[in-house]
């Protein structure tokens, strides 16, 4: 009992005062998310020791085939879930899987710290993801070849990024394909040939560069202000689905946590952008 009374004024100490539930909750999918639901999940265990909570990663697309499959209760996602993906979950649980917007994150363009390029458009961006640019002199930088680094297809980001960026063309044949953002950033620190995309909370030790809509665009920056505006020209929408009949108990509870002030707090000192209180409710 001293435990869990403990456990409510910890918690209503922060601003959020939630039922104390007991289980476990286990949560898989995008790499994006990753370093966000194991602060979230840490975060919430000190004040919930009740309820466990267990995050791994693998992509997106792991975190979804894990959903419909009955492998996890959360699925983390950094794109939005497919046709097929929902039609999957149909069939394997007879409801829609619920969605919902948990953070705000401007997709990063990274490059290697001496590189003196510091802006690109996105046409510009297609055309290196696509081997249509293969000299950073093409673009204003050092006679060098472009070593492109991107993500293995299982990941959201990977996705949004094809569909967004590429228009859904292929990535030149040549790109080095990376199991992890971490590993994606950290093949751009260490070649200054190289340029990599990653969520927002990754860029640290690299060079972010700023992002043209069109050529005659304006070149902005993936802050937290012009990523809520919609200004920079990469941003998306980063979601948990789950199955609605698991909707309740300590699940419900977590969710509800993290779309509070006091989730949304983590997710700005992760290095991601909180939702619009407006969103928080849907």
């Known amino acids: 009992m001293k435990r869990i009374t403990t456990a409510i004024l910890m918690t209503a100490a922060l601003g959020f005062t939630a039922p104390v539930h007991a289980g476990n909750i286990t949560i898989k999918g995008s790499d994006t998310l990753v370093i966000l639901a194991q602060k979230w999940a840490e975060r919430y265990m000190s004040t919930q020791p009740e309820t466990k909570i267990q995050v791994t990663g693998g992509g997106s697309g792991i975190g979804f085939a894990a959903l419909q499959n009955g492998q996890t209760d959360i699925a983390n996602a950094s794109r939005p879930i497919k046709p097929a993906e929902r039609a999957a979950c149909i069939r394997a649980f007879n409801a829609n899987p619920r969605e919902y917007k948990v953070a705000l994150d401007g997709l990063s363009i990274y490059v290697h710290s001496s590189n003196p390029v510091s802006e690109l458009s996105i046409e510009q961006l297609e055309q290196i993801f696509t081997g249509k640019i293969r000299n950073w002199k093409e673009v204003g930088g050092s006679d060098l070849p472009v070593t492109v680094i991107s993500r293995e297809n299982s990941s959201g980001t990977y996705e949004f990024f094809k569909e967004h960026v590429l228009k859904g063309k292929d990535f030149v044949s040549s790109a080095q394909t990376m199991p992890g953002t971490a590993a994606v950033l950290k093949s751009v620190t260490d070649e200054p040939k190289a340029i990599g995309y990653g969520g927002a909370a990754y860029g640290h030790d690299a060079k972010v560069l700023k992002i043209k809509a069109t050529a005659d665009s304006p070149a902005v920056e993936p802050t937290e202000e012009n990523v809520v505006s919609q200004k920079?020209?990469?941003?998306?929408?980063?979601?948990?689905?789950?199955?609605?009949?698991?909707?309740?108990?300590?699940?419900?509870?977590?969710l509800k946590w993290i779309r509070s002030d006091e989730g949304q707090k983590v997710v700005k000192e992760v290095g991601y952008y909180p939702l619009p209180k407006d969103l928080r409710e849907k």
């Open 232 to 254: 920079y020209p990469i941003w998306r929408y980063l979601y948990n689905y789950l199955d609605p009949a698991k909707d309740k108990d300590e699940v419900a509870a977590y």
